[in-house]
C-alpha cells in the first residue's frame, strides 16, 4: 500500500504549510513514521519523526519550534505543521515508514517511502 504525501505548494517566506501523509490501507499504524525532505542537489535529510503511540517526537535542529509532526490514528494520518518557514526549507518532502528498529533521525532505518509533495518557499 503506497503512503499518499500532499500539503505542499508556494508559500511566501514567514508563511505555513502542513504537510499530510495518509495510510489509506491502515497498513503502518503500528510504526513510528518520519518526515524527509530533499532539496536540488543535495541529498535527502530527516525532518521530523514520530513514534508509534505519538508520544515521542523528534526533529532537526534547522526546523526545531518550527515544524511539529503529529498523527491521528482515527484517519490515518501523519500530519507536518510547517511554521515560519524559510526559502531554505524548499524542497520534495516525503515521508517514510521506520519498521526497523535503530536511530529515527537515519534514513537507512526507514523502510517504506510515499511519494514526495513539492514544498517551495520564496523570499
Known amino acids: 500500500v503506497q503512503l499518499q504525501a500532499s500539503g505542499g505548494g508556494l508559500v511566501q517566506a514567514g508563511g505555513s504549510l502542513r504537510l499530510s501523509c495518509v495510510d489509506p490501507g491502515r497498513t503502518y499504524s503500528r510504526y513510528g513514521m518520519g518526515w524527509f525532505r530533499q532539496a536540488p542537489g543535495k541529498e535527502r535529510e530527516f525532518v521530523a519523526a514520530?513514534?508509534?503511540?505519538?508520544?515521542?517526537?523528534f526533529y532537526a535542529d534547522y526546523v526545531k519550534d518550527r515544524f511539529t509532526i503529529s498523527r491521528d490514528f482515527a484517519v490515518n494520518t501523519v500530519y507536518l505543521q510547517m511554521n515560519s518557514l524559510k526559502p531554505e526549507d524548499t524542497a520534495v518532502y516525503s515521508c517514510a515508514v521506520r519498521i526497523s528498529s535503530g536511530s529515527y533521525y537515519m534514513r537507512s532505518n526507514y523502510d517504506y517511502w510515499g511519494q514526495g509533495t513539492l514544498v517551495t518557499v520564496s523570499s
Open positions: 514520530i513514534t508509534v503511540s505519538g508520544g515521542s517526537t
